[in-house]
Nanobody
Framework: QVQLVESGGGLVQPGGSLRLSCAAS????????IGWFRQAPGKEREGISC????????YYADSVKGRFTIFRDNAKNTVYLQMNSLKPEDTAVYYC????????????????????WGQGTQVTVSS
């Protein structure tokens, strides 16, 4: 049974950092792309980063490029999202997903392309 469990969210001050984890079970993570999405209250779901299965290529939305880093630990079957220089506009529920495309234009993704989702973890950036 495919399962994704996110963790690492919380309350952080602007300029701070958080590392989100997406622990996978029921499948071998390096065979599938993993995407990170977020959804803020009253806003549409936004694809922010993904890592491909084939060569580990990574892509980022413009809104997080240069501040967020996605990486994978195959031994732990876990994907991470390191978030630095956090801003209040990064406040959202963050989700990881798998069995979907990892593409350069993350803005084209609605999330419906991904078959499996975690439960989400809340990130709040506030002073």
């Amino acid at each position: 049974q495919v399962q994704l469990v996110e963790s690492g969210g919380g309350l952080v001050q602007p300029g701070g950092s958080l590392r989100l984890s997406c622990a996978a079970s029921g499948f071998t993570l390096d065979y599938y792309a993993i995407g990170w999405f977020r959804q803020a209250p009253g806003k549409e779901r936004e694809g922010i980063s993904c890592i491909s299965s084939s060569d580990g290529s990574t892509y980022y939305a413009d809104s997080v490029k240069g501040r967020f880093t996605i990486f994978r630990d195959n031994a732990k079957n876990t994907v991470y999202l390191q978030m630095n220089s956090l801003k209040p506009e990064d406040t959202a529920v963050y989700y990881c997903a798998t069995d979907g495309p990892c593409v350069t234009n993350l803005g084209s993704l609605t999330g419906e392309e991904y078959a499996y989702w975690g439960q989400g973890t809340q990130v709040t950036v506030s002073s």
